[in-house]
């Protein structure tokens, strides 16, 4: 596919061009020229005629022109052209008027780069036997086709593509299509081959996929549909696609059977690419991923590695439907694409994988993680204005957190209060027309679907349910994590939602969903009398909820004295409420630091990673100041029975928990363990690892613990460490262990590492491209390396965000990672000062990202201030007995 560097379809389509007679490139004989250029380019018949100021004269496209013409007569001529940079069009001016209701067709010639910036049709290199090896491979979405070919680049504007790809004999091309024809055959001399595709179904720009590869791949059928998964040779050698072909078939039954549509393509590849900006993208036939995200080996990938394959693969297929089939009509409702298929994910992978109990593990992937950033004055509706979202900047924005979790969060919700059934009923006559599934199931609801969910899609955050169980009254309030911040952005419902409450009473569910309607009512069956109430049962609402200080006691009596009575979500949810909420000052710290005092008889995951992940703020707050070492003492106190429970359950570490949430939690045990400072851990990890380096060519470290006991070996190490932990990162063939290498090598306690291990980022031969940022932020996380990550950023932030652009680094994620720990007036005045600094170039996907770290930085510094004292109080008090 490659020709001294460049795609040689863009050189033999302009050798065809600049050989036709000249009458032919004026637009006497369009017909003859259409039919030879077909044979070459990627893509013709995309003939919309968008109806945009034809009166003016002027006709908006993405690309550099030739002629127009119009068919059977002549068209204007053009007058002038100019580039709209911000907008990514091209204004082509006319000499006259375009008349309505006839068909124009504009031919341009065009060439391109096959460079290696990640987006549109771009180079991806990998070496493989010694010998370094190219993929020519794709990422239209959202706005990268533009880059790549001539077209209309907008989500409603769908067309059938009629593919041929010219490439070099020994390769193989790939597109949405089933390849047809393939032919071998020579131009001016050269060896090529040509493999034309079958027409694809009417689709979307920014879901055509190119790929022109020397991989090989495994294939399976699924009923009438042919299963294929592409990867390098030495991945399909190893067995590391086994596990992708073997869960897509009952992944695609269950999506089939869900939206009682067949899958409606023949063919269904999924490739895995060594540089890939996202996680995956759901082109339409030839999904593509990044390595870590498709390829599972048995013997070095851990659980998590294998949950996430099953769970990114099902998002994918989900998209088959639902945004390929059904495509939302322009940015402003990526919520429903990214949201739905998000929620659907779990789904799909808990009937491939039924034995884990995926479906509860969106509480802590998705609802959690998007809590922290709806609880900001800076989030944004799930729904906004088309109008409010025009630039590409802004259309990436559009993929963040919000989209995708708290699209995920609202549709659980909804799926509840409706029931399953319904919901999916619904969903087979699309959202608009829920109410006739309302209808047919009989099912009581306080006003239509519609209303109902306006006020959780048009209007920005969640409330806070409030329930005070002496007198039954329950009230709700726009809840924020920092009380001291205003809302400028209005709502046309004041902030006010309709709430589906499920709720329980000492231990009992009550059987129907009580609604909130209005700021406040009573609830007179909520007063506690002898007992404790708790609300929102498996958190299926997408809120939090206070109670009495009561009632709070009560739950901790139970927590103490017989846990397992409380669901175990709910164990998790009251964690992480009462946390947020002392944030928020709607209670006191200490009495969120107590929902972990009964962790020392916990064993479950869930309420365990949810004490973790607010805890870990503690840490990001907390670690450079006097109240590290009580709070790691405390932790330490309260983390040795799990890391012996683990301990004694897997007979001194020689096998593996059953369970899967059992293998997460083992993590856990030796993570923090390890990380407070229990000696029988440090000791355990520090010999595993050594017992490697002595011996490279065999690990006998548990893949699940690998992670873990990397980071631990290599921050009580040093130099020696990190080099051998390099080594075998640069050697790594496969994607997953290269990660986990990568993630350790930064928790080493020698700064001047973490100094050379940043440097790296700027050259893509040491760092991938598409890794940077999670280099960069994961030195950040590192306490002894989050001044030098900032530094760096602040530093050669000119240079990426000029040289990497959007396609090749998540400026968001990098932003947020490296401001995490922001807690001092100093830490803000440089932020602000970053930020004016670099307002006139703008942030990118970035914009965001600066203003939510700017008001948590302000929130951060308003916390510490009045929490430390206290909490420092609180850990000590606890060390103490």
């Known amino acids: 596919m490659i020709t001294h560097g460049e795609a040689s379809f863009y050189y033999y389509a302009l050798r065809l061009w600049n050989s036709l007679p000249e009458e032919l490139r004026v637009g006497e004989s369009v017909d003859i020229f259409k039919g030879k250029l077909k044979t070459y380019l990627f893509s013709h018949a995309f003939y919309y005629s968008k109806q945009v100021l034809s009166t003016c004269g002027l006709f908006y ?48 010639n065009f060439t391109g780069e096959l460079a290696d910036d990640l987006a549109g049709f771009y180079r991806s290199e990998y070496e493989e036997d010694g010998i370094r090896k190219i993929v020519a491979t794709s990422q239209m979405h959202p706005t990268h086709a533009r880059k ?53 179904k ?103 590695n294998k949950e996430t394959t099953a769970t990114i ?49 969106i509480i802590l992937d998705d609802v959690h993680r998007v809590f922290a950033v709806d609880a900001l004055t800076s989030s944004h509706p799930l729904s906004s204005k088309e109008d409010s979202i025009i630039l590409p900047g802004q259309i990436s924005e559009q993929f963040d957190a919000i989209s995708y979790s708290k699209g995920a969060a609202v549709l659980r919700m909804l799926s509840d209060f409706l029931s399953e059934q319904v919901f999916v009923q619904g969903l087979n006559v699309c959202l608009s027309v829920f109410l006739l599934a309302v209808k047919a199931n009989n099912v009581s609801l306080p006003c239509p679907v519609c209303e109902i969910m306006n006020r959780w899609v048009i209007q920005m955050g969640f409330p806070v349910v409030t329930i005070d169980t002496s007198t039954g009254k329950v009230s709700q309030k726009h809840f924020l994590l920092d009380p001291e911040s205003s809302v400028t952005v209005e709502s046309p419902y004041k902030y006010e939602w309709l709430i589906p409450v499920r709720w329980m009473k000492s231990g009992e569910v009550q059987r129907d969903i009580w609604w909130l309607m209005e700021k406040e009512a009573v609830n007179l069956e909520m007063r506690r009398g002898s007992v404790w109430v708790l609300a929102n049962i498996n958190i299926t609402g997408y809120y939090r909820v206070n ?48 929902t972990t005092l009964y962790l020392s008889v916990e064993t479950e995951y869930m309420p365990w990673q949810s004490a973790l992940d607010n805890l870990d703020y503690y840490y990001l707050m907390l670690d450079r100041t006097e109240v590290y070492q009580p709070m790691q003492d405390y932790i330490k106190k309260l983390v040795t029975p799990l890391f012996l429970y683990f301990k004694n359950m897997t007979s001194d570490w020689t096998h593996v928990p059953d369970r899967h949430t059992d293998q997460y939690n083992q993590v856990n045990a030796i993570r923090m363990a390890c990380r407070t400072g229990v000696t029988e851990c440090q000791n355990l990890t520090t010999r595993w690892f050594k017992q490697w380096m002595e011996n490279p060519q065999q690990n006998l470290i548990e893949p699940n613990l690998r992670s873990a006991v990397y980071c631990s070996a290599m ?48 050259n893509s031969a040491m760092i991938r491209k598409q890794d940077a940022t999670s280099v960069i932020t994961s030195v950040a996380s590192n306490r002894l390396g989050q001044s030098l990550a900032w530094d760096f950023v602040r530093e050669q932030w000119e240079y990426m965000f000029t040289q990497y652009g959007v396609g090749s680094f998540s400026f968001a994620s990098m932003i947020s990672g490296v401001t995490a720990r922001f807690s001092t007036p100093a830490e803000l005045q440089q932020l602000v000062e970053f930020e004016e600094k670099h307002r006139a170039a703008g942030f990118g996907s970035a914009t965001l990202a600066v203003e939510q770290a700017l008001e948590r930085t302000r929130a951060n510094i308003n916390w510490q201030q009045k929490n430390k004292q206290e909490i420092l109080d609180w850990f000590n008090s606890q060390t103490r007995h």
Not at 87 to 92: K, N, S
Request: hydrophobic content about 40%; charged content about 15%.
């Open 61 to 108: 496209i993405c690309f550099y022109c030739s002629y127009l013409c119009i068919c059977g007569g002549s068209a204007p001529s053009i007058k002038s052209t100019w580039l709209q940079p911000e907008t990514q069009y091209l204004v082509i001016q006319l000499n006259s008027k375009l008349t309505q209701k006839h068909k124009y067709q504009l031919y341009t």
């Open 202 to 304: 009417k689709m979307s720009t920014y879901l055509l996929a190119i790929v022109v590869s020397d991989y090989s791949h495994l294939s399976a059928t699924q009923g009438e549909t042919l299963i294929r998964i592409w990867a390098r040779r030495t991945a399909i050698e190893q067995g590391q696609a086994n596990y992708a072909l073997n869960v897509t078939g009952p992944i695609l039954d269950f999506f089939q059977l869900y939206y009682n549509i067949s899958y409606p393509l023949n063919k269904s590849d999924q490739i895995a690419l060594p540089d890939f900006y996202f996680g995956a993208m759901e082109n339409w036939g030839l999904v593509t991923y990044r390595e870590t995200n498709l390829l599972y080996d048995p013997v070095t990938s851990s659980n998590r």
């Open 313 to 361: 693969i099902a998002h994918e297929l989900a998209h088959m439907w639902f945004g390929n089939l059904v495509t939302l009509r322009w940015w402003n409702e990526v919520w429903l694409n990214e949201g739905f298929a998000s929620y659907v994910s779990y789904l799909g992978a808990d009937h491939a994988e039924p034995a884990w109990n995926l479906k509860d593990l």
């Open 148 to 200: 790549t070919f001539p077209c209309f680049d907008e989500p409603a504007m769908k067309a059938v593509f009629y593919i041929t790809l010219i490439h070099p004999p020994g390769t193989v091309a790939l597109s949405n299509g089933m390849e047809g024809d393939i032919v071998n055959t020579t131009i001016d001399g050269v060896a090529v081959t040509k493999t034309k595709f079958e027409p694809t």
């Open 547 to 594: 109670y009495d200080h009561g009632n709070w006691e009560s739950l901790f009596a139970q927590l103490n004295s017989e846990h397992q009575v409380i669901p175990v979500i709910n164990r998790a949810q009251l964690v992480d409420d009462a946390f947020n909420l002392a944030r928020a000052q709607m209670v006191s710290t200490p009495l969120a630091l107590n």
């Open 715 to 762: 921050a009580a190490g040093d130099e020696a460490e990190w080099e051998f932990g390099w080594s075998q990162f640069k050697k790594a063939t496969v994607a997953s262990e290269a990660s986990k290498l990568m993630s350790a090598l930064a928790c080493t306690s020698n700064t001047t590492l973490l100094e050379r291990y940043l440097s790296y980022t700027l």
